[in-house]
C-alpha cells in the first residue's frame, strides 16, 4: 500500500505566497512521477505541474513563472513553491503519484487534499 501525506496550503493575500510538500511511503519500487493537480468549486479537477523520474517538469500555462516543483529523493517528497499568487489560484490542490510497487505492478495515487485561499 502507498500513502501519500500532504502538508502546506492556507489562506494567503493575492501576490503572496505558500508552499505545498507531499511525502511518498509505502510499498514503493519506483517513482514513475509526482505532481499536483488542483480543483476549484465547480470546476474539473487540472493540471498543475508533474515532474516525471528523469526529472523533466510539465507545468499548466497558467502557472509557468509563479509556480516551482522540486523533489527530494530521499525523502520521496515534492515541494510546491508557489509565488506571487492569485485569486484563481483558489482551489484544492492534490497532489499525485505514479508509483511502481513492483516490476508488474504500477497504480496512480492520489492525497487527500489541501485548501489553498488567495483573497484579501
Known amino acids: 500500500q502507498v500513502q501519500l501525506v500532504e502538508s502546506g496550503g492556507g489562506w494567503v493575500q493575492p501576490g503572496g505566497s505558500l508552499r505545498l510538500s507531499c511525502a511518498v511511503s509505502g510499498s514503493i519500487f519506483k517513482i514513475n512521477a509526482m505532481g499536483w493537480y488542483r480543483q476549484a468549486p465547480g470546476l474539473q479537477r487540472e493540471l498543475v505541474v508533474v515532474i516525471i523520474s528523469n526529472g523533466n517538469t510539465n507545468y499548466a500555462d497558467s502557472v509557468k513563472g509563479r509556480f516551482t516543483i522540486s523533489r527530494d529523493n530521499a525523502k520521496n517528497t515534492v515541494y510546491l513553491q508557489m509565488n506571487s499568487l492569485k485569486p484563481e489560484d483558489t482551489a484544492v490542490y492534490y497532489c499525485?503519484?505514479?508509483?511502481?510497487?513492483?516490476?508488474?505492478?504500477?497504480?496512480?495515487?492520489w492525497g487527500q487534499g489541501t485548501q489553498v485561499t488567495v483573497s484579501s
Open positions: 499525485y503519484a505514479d508509483i511502481s510497487s513492483s516490476w508488474r505492478q504500477r497504480e496512480d495515487y
